[in-house]
């Protein structure tokens, strides 16, 4: 379903058909969202818009701008977080948005409908001052500025992510606590990637490398491209904080492993002069055939000693290990 309108100083009006929009005076925005090939065809031929950007589109490559003698095409994705299929872990999931900005119009296709594009336009709806008294140029800067807010959010509930996972790593960590640190890695990877192409797509408006931007919107991309900054600088902060996390978690589970180890080498310890007592008596050579086979099996408490020299051996390894800190 394709939404046009033009609109300015006179107010708003809507138009079923391209051409007729496209000649209209005032500033036109062509929303396309969900759009179809035979409709990105129609609005291609109708504003002359290259093939190549066209086929970007389709092809949904990284973020990025390109600047053509009468438009300027920007890509972007929005970024949200869902459940996974089959993991049921929250991941992230993207949307392109492509724009099309020429002198008096905005061409805007989602193919993923996105909603950050439905608040502007909205705006728009409601006679937006700003919106209508300025040109295309700030309308894709508002376009570009929605897309790049719902950044923040997506950020600021990986934050929380890594807080609980903090928490779990001091207090219980588990392999589940690996698991979602892992999963977080994985996010914040995916978030790099997305941001910093982001980052220097916008960056080639800001400049005022393209003709379609005026000057004084070329302050509004300026802001919008520090938030990208500032986007990437969190991201790999957070990166570090996950990574940092991890680390605690592996020497947690290497301390935990010690302990377990440290106790067990005590107990074998212990046991192996006992096992090699219990093994001397347990030769059975017969003191009847010679005095000097195993004598102590013929004393009245033969039995009771020995038990009593193995009890004295573990209390004494006990004592001894106490002393030197191993328990």
Known sequence: MISVLVYGDEGIRQFDD????????????????????????????????????????????????????????????????????????????????????????????SPGAASEIDR??????????????????????????????????????????????????????????????????????????????????????ARGDTAQIDEETEKYYRDVYDHLVQLADLTETYRDLVSGARDIYLNALSQSTNEVMKVLTVVATIFIPLTFVAGIYGMNFDPAASPYNMPELGWTYGYPAVMIGMAVIAVLMLAYFRRRGYI
Do not use: C, M
């Open 18 to 109: 391209l051409r007729p929009a496209r000649d209209a005076e005032g500033t036109t925005w062509v929303h396309a969202p969900e759009v179809t090939d035979d409709e990105l065809d129609q609005i291609a031929r109708t504003f002359d818009i290259h093939p190549l950007t066209v086929e970007d589109l389709r092809n949904d490559v990284r973020a990025k701008t390109e600047v053509f003698p009468d438009y300027t095409f920007v890509l972007l994705k929005t970024i949200t977080l869902a459940r996974g299929e089959t993991t049921f872990a929250e991941e992230l999931v993207t949307t392109p948005v492509g724009l099309f900005v020429g002198r008096d119009w905005v061409v805007s296709v």
């Open 120 to 205: 502007v336009r909205h705006a728009v709806e409601r006679e937006d001052e700003r919106l209508l008294q300025r040109g295309a140029d700030f309308t894709a800067y508002r376009v570009i500025e929605v897309v790049v807010d719902e950044y923040f959010e997506v950020l600021d509930r990986v934050e929380d992510s890594i807080e609980e996972i903090e928490e779990e790593v001091i207090e219980s960590p588990d392999r589940e606590t690996l698991e979602r640190i892992n999963t977080v890695r994985r996010d914040l990877l995916s978030f790099r990637k997305q941001v910093w192409p982001a980052r220097e797509a916008v960056g080639v408006l």
